[in-house]
């Protein structure tokens, strides 16, 4: 049975704390055009790091928030994602609009962005069942359409030639999430993952492309427009770096086998009786995008992309055990990080066998 994934939809009360107090003398003095009252609300969607809605009688703004207490090194760095959107704000991939960023813990007690409120929809099944069946191909063809445009970018002619190191990708990628899914003995072991800790670095790929990547590419870290196919805004750049496009392309294509329950997939699904493209189209759809005949190894960036999502449920997991997890669903996914393990591991198994 699929999760019930409408509680992830909207805006709820507060449940992080947020001080409007401390906020409104900041908002007027670095945010042009800001005039309150001000009315606060929180995005029920997302776990990271809490987002909430920011309305005044003239305007509607979104601010981002590093979480408190203790957090990973480099984890949740919202000042990063602000970044990225600002390089990002004249070309082909859309995003929001940055009004501010503050880094001064005294005004909220941690890093925070303003931005721009983007009014459209959020799709949370990657079905894409809320529309007509004859449509939904378009609505794929136009995330594999902005995805291959971020990985067309060039990063030093946009100013991110130093937003992550160049080169050596999956060696640094599985080091870090290995090392912090090995850190984390609240949240505990898994011997599926564990296996897939253990052959990942044996098996990476020679190629080594290095792109701006978002590392989360999902329909539901996408605003699409109101009526239209068409995207207005991607989000949550939060795991965004230099990297391999092959592996952000692969996470993306992920939604082929991920079970709707988890997060938004069409796992088991016949994507022809759904209306949507292939797997196999949908890849070939990419490479013609971005000048590739084919992408070999396809199992390999499959087990990665599994095991990475894994690494970052095991990290929900712990901060669910240790009362710091924002998200009204974040003990769901935290629960799910088992089946993301076995997932990972099936498809290292399928490489093997190749």
């Known amino acids: 049975m699929a999760a ?58 979104v601010l981002r928030r590093k979480p408190a207490g203790d957090i990973l090194k480099g984890a949740h760095d919202v000042l990063r994602e602000a970044r990225v959107l600002a390089a990002l704000e004249t070309t082909d991939v859309p995003v929001p609009r940055i009004f501010a960023t503050c880094a001064d813990a ?21 079905s894409f069942q809320d529309v007509p069946q004859a449509e939904r191909a378009a609505y794929f063809d136009a ?33 870090r999430w290995s090392k912090q899914y090995l850190a984390d003995d609240l949240a505990g072991r898994d011997a599926d993952m564990d296996a897939v800790v253990a052959w990942l670095p044996t098996a990476i790929p020679a190629s080594d492309d290095t792109r701006l990547v978002h590392g989360d590419f999902r329909c539901d870290n996408m605003i699409f427009h109101p009526t239209e196919p068409r995207i207005l805004a991607v989000l949550d750049w939060e795991l965004s770096t230099l990297g391999h496009p092959l592996a952000d392309f692969a996470y993306h294509a992920m939604m082929y086998h991920m079970p709707r329950d988890i997060v938004a997939g069409i796992g088991g699904a016949d994507p022809v009786a759904l209306g949507l493209p292939t797997e196999a189209d949908y890849i070939a759809a990419y490479c013609r995008r971005t000048g590739r005949a084919d992408i070999a190894n396809w199992n390999f960036y499959m ?31 935290a629960e799910a990080f088992p089946r993301l393990a076995r997932l990972a591991r099936a498809a290292m198994e399928r490489c093997e066998v190749r």
Do not use: C
């Open 106 to 126: 005294a005004v909220l007690g941690s890093d925070f962005v303003v931005m721009e409120m983007v009014e459209g929809r959020i799709f949370w099944d990657a």
């Open 303 to 333: 087990a990665f992309s599994f095991f990475r999502l894994a690494a970052i449920f095991h990290g929900i997991k712990g901060r669910v055990l240790r009362g710091t997890a924002s998200s009204a669903t974040a003990r769901e996914r």
């Open 143 to 175: 995330m594999n359409t902005v995805i291959a445009a971020m990985h067309a970018l060039d990063p030093a002619d946009i100013g991110l030639a130093d937003y992550g190191k160049a080169g050596n990708y999956f060696e640094r990628q599985i080091g």
């Open 4 to 61: 019930d994934i409408s509680v992830n939809e909207g805006v709820g009360a507060v449940r992080t704390a947020l001080d409007a107090r401390a906020l409104e003398p900041w908002l007027s003095a670095n945010v042009a055009g800001y005039a309150g009252p001000l009315t606060i609300g929180q995005f029920n969607g997302g776990q990271s790091n809490p987002t909430y809605r920011l309305t005044t009688p003239t305007a509607t703004y």
